[in-house]
């Protein structure tokens, strides 16, 4: 078999003068998105449950999901004891 390594995505170069400021209109925009992606991937007739990794956002989605849903969420989270990988 002959594996072919090819790019399937490109950072865009963004010019220092294009660069914006995220203020709080910005911070509102992404506040609603992301409720609304959360909400859009947990239409479910059975309980949900989601895996966190310790970064923020996992956190932040279990954080938008804990108000989103009135039954009891399940997390699970792994452990790796020892490493300085280790995210709990």
């Known amino acids: ?4 390594r090819e790019a399937y995505w490109t950072i865009p170069k963004i010019h220092p003068s294009a660069k ?3 203020g709080l209109r910005e911070s ?3 506040r609603e998105l992301m409720i609304e ?3 859009s991937q947990t239409l479910s007739d059975v309980p949900i449950g989601m895996t966190l ?3 923020l956002d996992s956190s932040a989605i279990a954080g938008i999901l804990a108000h989103q849903v009135s039954a009891p969420v ?5 452990r790796n004891q020892g490493n300085r990988y280790d995210e709990s």
């Open 1 to 4: 078999h002959e594996f072919i």
């Open 20 to 22: 914006k400021t995220f």
């Open 28 to 30: 509102e925009q992404l």
């Open 37 to 39: 992606a959360v909400k």
């Open 53 to 55: 990794s310790g970064g």
């Open 74 to 78: 399940t997390v699970f989270t792994a």
